[in-house]
């Protein structure tokens, strides 16, 4: 058991690392940064966490500094004895701290998509194994309704707020989108393969956090000359193909425009609850503007 | 005291001793480690993966802070029913009231374990609280629109393997497993002395428990981001080839990526056109019960003994329950 004064400066160092912590997110949210780590609905519930992280620290430094030494006990929670134990502690709980205020905030880019496996097509079953449940399908009614109204675009405009949902729109019916012009934005893919590179305009999907992001990429016509680094962040205007790519069946932009833009706010894509009020939400003029 | 102590850190210096054997093999061949793109991919899993979990951590401290310090002993146990089936039943449906992630979990448990609940029905609610509510039912059933089934199979088999395990141990375990002896607890004279009242004290005991469950949570955290940096997914993919190795392939991911319970359904979806349906139940129904952060937090509530065995019942339950759900299904 530690005695009262050690108990005291061990209550002191969990009130500062605490504190910590909520000047952390505090930070993260205050930068607009919290999207680089975690999908919107999670980030509502992570700003409200420094609330009970800095009433933790002050009811923690109250018991360091005003507490009776009687009241104060570690017999239920031990605390670290010996000095080595607590640094590792403490030092644990400092690591994250450091590595968020030290290093910059950036977002997943092609070496995480290369790791992780970038997909080309759309790789949700739509059309699995498991005939049987073809009848009811919503996941279709509502690409097919997206296909319908994206395709009455002059140019579609791939917006962020729906990337995946158009990206599957497309690669669902991607014979009817054949030559149809596209505009969609996001960071260059670079991957090696059979002794040439392949290039993708690509998006992180996050569902939760960076732990579950998926990548998703539109590849770019082989035969197009491209000089850029890879993770640069580009606009694409081409036109739509199907193609066959490594045995698979994917949706390929011939691109005639390639310009790089900046890296947009929020650099992830989510998935949207309802696609086509999303999209009728959208200012729709923006895309049509463009096209004309 | 100090004869214990090499039992004590155990769960800590088995993860470091991974890391510094990991680090020895692999840092000469791989001089890009020290790149910076890895150390931003690192970065970014690691707070991200951390940042997910904390609302979590808090909530589940505070509600056993709540628990400990209003919540009279006699209220729990006389919520329980006494016959073992019942109480299995309820210990299933806890997870409906508490829809705490898994992360959130081992707190809760530790204080309700304390207020006087049997271990067995403890161990079903660890298991089957993630995967048995209203919140992660809602997310299998988006990620998996156009295969309901899969989700009603996920929630089917998290119930039978949970209910099981809770058999099991109902009828073979019968010495307390808990790494704090429940003794130490049940005096609890200094409750009200804390400086500032009942409120001030539950505020002490969350961040007694958060600094107990944070020191798992980081070193869990540590080792998923390390794997999702380093791991390649496309090149451990051809493990899934053979028709059990996929089964295995599957409960070896949910392992090592340790997936919040929310969210894991999306990624087993994007598996669908590679990987027999019930790998992908296996990945679903093993991930919230046993992974690389969980189960460091599991060895810090029960002796390692204990922990041991359960993560084997957890382990081989969920192989073959996944196997004969896909014969049947």
Known sequence: ?292 | MTTLLPFKIMPLLVPAVFLIILGMVWLPDHPELLDNAYMDTFKTSFIGILLEALPFVLLGALLSSLLRVFVPDEWISRWIPRRPVPAILFGCLLGIIFPVCECGMIPLVRRLMHKGMPLYVAVVFILSGPILNPVVYGATLTAFRSHPWLAYARMGLAFAVAAGIGLIIYATVRKSPLRLSIKRETAEPHQLRTRGGRLVSVLVHTSDEFFEMGKYLIIGCLLTSGIQTFMNHGSLAAIGEQPLGSYLFMIGLAFVLSLCSTSDAFVAATFLHTFPAGSLLAFMVLGPMLDFKNSLMLLSLFKTRFAMYLFFLIFSAVFIGSVLASLWL
């Open chain 1, 1 to 292: 058991m530690n005695d009262p004064r050690s108990i005291r400066i061990h209550y002191l160092l969990r009130a500062v690392i605490l504190l910590g912590f909520a000047l952390y997110i505090g930070h993260l949210s205050q930068q607009d940064a919290l999207h680089y780590y975690v999908a919107p609905k999670l980030a509502r519930w992570i700003r409200l966490c420094p609330v009970p992280l800095s009433l933790m620290a002050a009811s923690l430094g109250l018991q360091a500094l005003f507490g009776k030494s009687s009241a104060l006990c570690d017999c239920e929670h031990q605390l670290p004895r010996s000095p080595l134990r607590s640094s590792a502690l403490y030092g644990l709980f400092l690591f994250p701290l450091l590595l968020g205020f030290l290093l910059p905030d950036r977002a997943l880019g092609s070496e995480a998509a290369a790791r992780k496996g970038i997909s080309l097509t759309y790789a949700l079953p739509e059309t699995g194994r498991e005939e049987r449940f073809t009848a009811v399908n919503p996941y279709q009614a509502e690409f097919a309704e997206l296909a319908g109204k994206l395709y009455k675009q002059p140019v579609i405009n791939v917006h962020p707020e729906i990337f995946s949902e158009t990206f599957g729109a497309i690669d669902l019916y991607k014979k009817q989108f054949e030559g149809k012009e596209i505009s969609v934005s996001g960071f260059l893919y670079r991957e090696q393969r059979a002794g040439s590179y392949i290039y993708a305009v690509s998006r992180f999907l996050v569902q939760c956090c960076t732990a579950d992001a998926t990548p998703f990429g539109i590849l770019l016509d082989p035969q197009t000359q491209i000089s850029l680094p890879a993770d640069t962040w580009i606009e694409v205007r081409g036109k739509l193909h199907a193609a066959v790519f490594e045995n698979e069946e994917i949706v390929m932009i011939t691109p005639e425009s390639l310009t790089p833009i900046s890296q947009p706010s929020t650099p992830y894509v989510y998935t949207s609850a309802d696609s086509i009020a999303a999209l009728e939400q959208l200012p729709v003029s923006r895309a049509e503007n463009e096209g004309k």
